[in-house]
């Protein structure tokens, strides 16, 4: 099927959507009814915070916190998946999994939890990829999606937000700056038209798998990384 056919275009954004239902599951479950499933989390340098690597962006600890997340995620989604089509996949999961393998290395010793190391990730990989390829009209829209982010570029420094982890942020940061580095002769020009479905078909070629993941920090009684 043609990478530019409607029914592959309407397919590609289950990914995201389910992404969303998963985390407003284990969010409301988290909120409403165990809040101890916050050890789900990464924590770092320890066996069982392994399993956060995959768990963190699903899980939040406040509404606020939930409600923050999805609305900054909703539109970043929207631009990569609809820009990036034919790799979108892959910074999908490189936004995932790379935040929490660098949190599990490098972070506090607390619990990890949220989707910030995703956003991060797919922000930094936005504003990268455009700067590297002096896409003027793509950098606008970068830079004006960005910018509706309170925290992206000062967020990535320790004691930078109070309640806030700032090593899942800059594990996000790092992750997009790779992502856009792998895919910096992407072109979307492809993706933005509408080609006949034999000349749709990509013939580049993707080795590259990346990981990726997110959290922010908010202290209790056992300390927990919210992100």
């Known amino acids: 099927m043609s990478k530019n056919n ?3 275009l ?14 407003t599951v284990l969010s409301s479950y988290c909120l409403l009814v165990d809040p ?10 320890s066996e069982d915070g392994l399993q956060g690597i995959f768990f963190m962006p699903l899980i939040h600890g406040s509404w606020q916190h939930f409600i923050s997340n999805v609305c900054s995620l909703l539109p970043l989604f ?3 998946f609809y820009f990036f089509r034919r790799v979108a996949q892959i910074i999908f999961w490189g936004s995932w ?23 991060f990730s797919f922000a930094y990989f936005s504003l990268i990829w455009a700067i590297l390829n002096r896409n003027i009209n793509y950098a606008s829209i970068a830079l004006v999606v960005i910018l509706l982010f309170n925290g992206i570029f000062i967020g990535i420094f320790p004691g930078s937000q109070a309640g806030v982890s700032w090593e899942g942020h800059l594990g996000g940061a790092i992750s997009g700056f790779m992502l856009a580095l792998v895919f910096k002769n992407y072109d979307i020009a492809r993706d933005s038209s509408t080609l006949p479905e034999e000349k749709a078909d990509s013939n580049v070629s993707v080795t590259a798998e990346g990981i990726d993941i997110v959290y922010d920090f908010t202290p209790s ?5 919210n992100q």
Do not use: N
Not at 36 to 45: D, E, N, S, T, Y
């Open 6 to 8: 409607p029914l592959y």
């Open 10 to 23: 309407k397919s590609l954004y289950w990914l995201p959507v389910c992404f969303l239902l998963a985390s």
């Open 36 to 45: 101890g499933i916050v050890f789900l989390g990464v924590k770092p340098l």
């Open 78 to 80: 929207l631009f990569v």
């Open 97 to 119: 999994f790379i935040p929490g393998i660098f949190v599990w290395f490098v972070g506090r010793d607390s619990y990890h939890i949220g989707a910030s190391g995703m956003i």
């Open 221 to 225: 009684k056992k300390k927990e990384e």
